[in-house]
Nanobody, 125 residues
Framework: VQLQASGGGLVQAGASLRLSCAASGSSFRRYGMGMGWFRQAPGNERESISS????????WYADSVKGRFTISRDNTRQEVYLQMRSLKPEDTAVYYCAVTGNRGDYIHSHAYEYWGQGTLVTVSS
């Protein structure tokens, strides 16, 4: 299973970006039950920011992004997205996507089995 994240870039505060993460491999339903986005800023630990279940009916957001970010997925394309609005300089980080075939915990990083390589988001003030 391989994950390819894209969509990062350099933007000004207040701007929007849409991150995408494409999964490749067979049996997507087996390993793609939960999909999540994480980020890691320089000098900080990796932070869980959003997750979504298979149907898309259950989503979770960290308080730091709630109301500004929206997670979604397209199972036919085997992709997960993160629409980011009203970006702030503190959103600057490398953003990672991850997937898991497990059910239940989609918040904590240890629940995920496969990780993408990350895409850099830089928000200038």
């Amino acid at each position: 299973v391989q994950l390819q994240a894209s969509g990062g870039g350099l933007v000004q505060a207040g701007a929007s970006l849409r991150l995408s993460c494409a999964a490749s491999g067979s049996s997507f339903r087996r390993y793609g039950m939960g999909m999540g986005w994480f980020r890691q800023a320089p000098g900080n630990e990796r932070e869980s920011i959003s997750s979504i279940n298979w149907s898309g009916g259950s989503t979770w957001y960290a308080d730091s992004v709630k109301g500004r970010f929206t997670i979604s997925r397209d199972n036919t394309r085997q992709e997960v997205y993160l629409q980011m609005r009203s970006l702030k300089p503190e959103d600057t980080a490398v953003y990672y996507c991850a997937v898991t075939g497990n059910r239940g915990d989609y918040i904590h990083s240890h629940a995920y089995e496969y990780w993408g390589q990350g895409t850099l988001v830089t928000v200038s003030s």
